[in-house]
Nanobody, 121 residues
């Protein structure tokens, strides 16, 4: 069983930046982030496929968010710039060691505990 440990998050004003981190305790082929706002379904934010180095982003965050990896630490980062109030949500790290559709939450079998991101206007 792979454990995911998240860090980062917090409260920031619109236009600010935050960085999320997620460290995995074992092998995964993909790692990334989903988010869920109150009353809304969980949505894919960004995903990185290690083997092919492919990255995916939700349209709403393209150009503002960047996902990256640290191979030595089996960690992925989500750098979030130009944050907007609409980005306010609980952010969950997700990972899998199998084939996935990048923004389909049901395809991921490893999840972090979640970290809150709040952006005020």
């Amino acid at each position: 069983q792979v454990q995911l440990v998240e860090s980062g998050g917090g409260s920031v004003q619109a236009g600010g930046s935050l960085r999320l981190s997620c460290a995995a305790s074992g092998y995964t082929s993909s790692m990334g982030w989903f988010r869920q706002a109150p009353g809304k379904s969980r949505e894919g934010v960004a995903m990185l496929y290690f083997g092919i180095g492919r990255k995916h982003y939700a349209d709403s965050v393209k150009g503002r968010f960047t996902i990256s990896q640290d191979n030595a630490r089996n960690t992925v980062y989500l750098q979030m710039n130009s944050l907007e109030p609409e980005d306010t949500a609980m952010y969950y790290c997700a990972a899998a060691a199998r084939s996935t559709r990048w923004n389909n939450a049901g395809d991921y079998n490893y999840w972090g505990q979640g970290t809150q991101v709040t952006v005020s206007s």
